[in-house]
């Protein structure tokens, strides 16, 4: 099994910044794309960003020109720079990860979710 833990989520300030991280462990046999997914009240998951092994990215119109998103992948980690936030931003935000585990089964993973706020 592969486990996804997110950190760096809290309330910040319209106009503010935060960075999330996540960091992938377990049984891992190598993975594929790792993202960022967020869910607001009352709506459906939606994709915010997410970036090949090979380090192609690819965004969300709402989130284009103010977040950004890297890897590291000798340390199975991704992160989301989140500048210029706006309060419909405010959303519980989860890591994804399409791996294979070491026993060479592809899945989806997710994190357990980091609670982002944007208000003043």
């Known amino acids: 099994q592969v486990q996804l833990v997110e950190s760096g989520g809290g309330l910040v300030q319209p106009g503010g910044s935060l960075r999330l991280s996540c960091a992938a462990s377990?049984?891992?046999?190598?993975?594929?794309?790792m993202g960022w997914y967020r869910q607001a009240p009352g709506k459906q998951r939606e994709l915010v960003a997410v970036?090949?092994?090979?380090?192609?990215?690819n965004f969300a119109d709402s989130v284009k020109g103010r977040f950004t998103i890297s890897r590291d992948n000798n340390k199975n980690k991704v992160y989301l720079q989140m500048n210029y936030l706006r309060p419909e931003d405010t959303a519980v935000y989860y890591c994804?990860?399409?791996?294979?585990?070491?026993?060479?089964?592809?899945?989806?993973?997710w994190g357990q979710g980091t609670q982002v706020t944007v208000s003043s």
């Open positions: 994804y990860a399409d791996a294979y585990d070491s026993r060479w089964f592809r899945d989806d993973y």
């Open positions: 970036i090949t092994s090979g380090s192609r990215t």
């Open positions: 377990g049984s891992i046999g190598s993975i594929n794309g």
